[in-house]
Antibody, heavy 118, light 110 residues
Framework: EVQLVESGGGLVQPGGSLRLSCAAS????????MTWVRQAPGKGLEWVAN????????YYVDSVKGRFTISRDNAKNSLYLQMNSLRAEDTAVYYC???????????WGQGTLVTVSS | QSVLTQPPSVSAAPGQKVTISCSGS????????VSWYQQLPGTAPKLLIY???KRPSGIPDRFSGSKSGTSATLGITGLQTGDEADYYC???????????FGGGTKLTVL
């Protein structure tokens, strides 16, 4: 059974940093692109970033470029999102999702809440 | 303002059919696969349709997808109260070099 479990969310002050993790199991992690998607309270889905199987390609939505870094550790079956210079507008539930190679996201984690507030 | 345009809400009676549209451009829907997601209240999104019209295992054939030019449509037949949810379309945008979602459509089954 495919499982994706996010962790690392919490309350952080504006300008602060946070590192999210996503533990994957039930599939060959190193064979898939992986993605982070977020959802602000009461709002729609917003794609954040994705990363190729070997980490050689990464893409980011414009609003997080230069502040967020996506990475992965295939030996640990884990995906990460390092978030720096956090802003109030980054407040959201962050989901990790398995990427079918830019065609769809077929498995999603339960999400982890990030709140940026003083 | 989302790159992909969906109606904010649709409604229909139980047993009826509803369609949800998703409009884009040549840089996204026009040249890439579209997928659709269902998000029940308080839960993570779930893949309903991928590659324009394919259903993952376990998704009933009441759900269907189609694409024509720069628009895509999700169809749901035999509506059930359990179908009340938010529905999102999504696709890769080749000009932006990132994935885009529609703004979401809230389905109400009256």
């Amino acid at each position: 059974e495919v499982q994706l479990v996010e962790s690392g969310g919490g309350l952080v002050q504006p300008g602060g940093s946070l590192r999210l993790s996503c533990a994957a199991s039930g599939f060959t992690f190193r064979s898939y692109w992986m993605t982070w998607v977020r959802q602000a309270p009461g709002k729609g889905l917003e794609w954040v970033a994705n990363i190729k199987q070997d980490g050689s390609e990464k893409y980011y939505v414009d609003s997080v470029k230069g502040r967020f870094t996506i990475s992965r550790d295939n030996a640990k079956n884990s995906l990460y999102l390092q978030m720096n210079s956090l802003r109030a507008e980054d407040t959201a539930v962050y989901y990790c999702a398995r990427d079918r190679g830019r065609t769809a996201y077929d498995y999603w984690g339960q999400g982890t809440l990030v709140t940026v507030s003083s | 303002q989302s790159v992909l345009t969906q109606p904010p809400s649709v409604s229909a009676a139980p047993g009826q059919k509803v369609t949800i549209s998703c409009s884009g451009s040549s840089s996204n829907i026009g040249n890439n696969y579209v997928s659709w997601y269902q998000q029940l209240p308080g839960t993570a999104p779930k893949l309903l349709i991928y590659e324009n019209n394919k259903r993952p295992s376990g998704i009933p054939d009441r759900f269907s997808g189609s694409k024509s030019g720069t628009s895509a449509t999700l169809g749901i037949t035999g509506l059930q109260t359990g179908d009340e949810a938010d529905y999102y379309c999504g696709t890769w945008d080749s000009s932006l070099s990132f994935w885009v979602f529609g703004g979401g459509t809230k389905l109400t089954v009256l």
